[in-house]
């Protein structure tokens, strides 16, 4: 189960970002198959690697093992605007959120 998650979860995240295997791999400066040989287990990668990886998929670290996060790129950009709003206009969003949340 747990060897699992980390080349499924990669898998997810390049998907949601739009990028094949193949270009991910070669902007990361690796072979054209690295991201492709992690996601189907035949490799592992090392620390360094997992931050690269997340560098380039715009999440932390965190964000990458947070299972019930589904969209952590989109989470971080949200939390990243969210801390230059002044208390009431978060307090707002807040409010909006709340609702659509309760709608559904």
Known sequence: MYEDFLPERLARLRTQKGVSA???SLS??????YINNIEN??????MQAFFYICE?????PQGFFDEGNAHPEA???FITEAKKLDS???EYI???MKKLNNTK
Request: charged share 20%; proline share 0%; glycine share 6%.
């Open 22 to 24: 193949r270009d991910m």
């Open 28 to 33: 990361l400066g690796q072979a054209n198959n």
């Open 41 to 46: 287990k035949k490799s592992l990668l090392s």
């Open 56 to 60: 380039y998929l715009d999440v932390t």
């Open 75 to 77: 989470l971080q950009a």
């Open 88 to 90: 009431e206009s978060l």
């Open 94 to 96: 807040l409010g909006i």
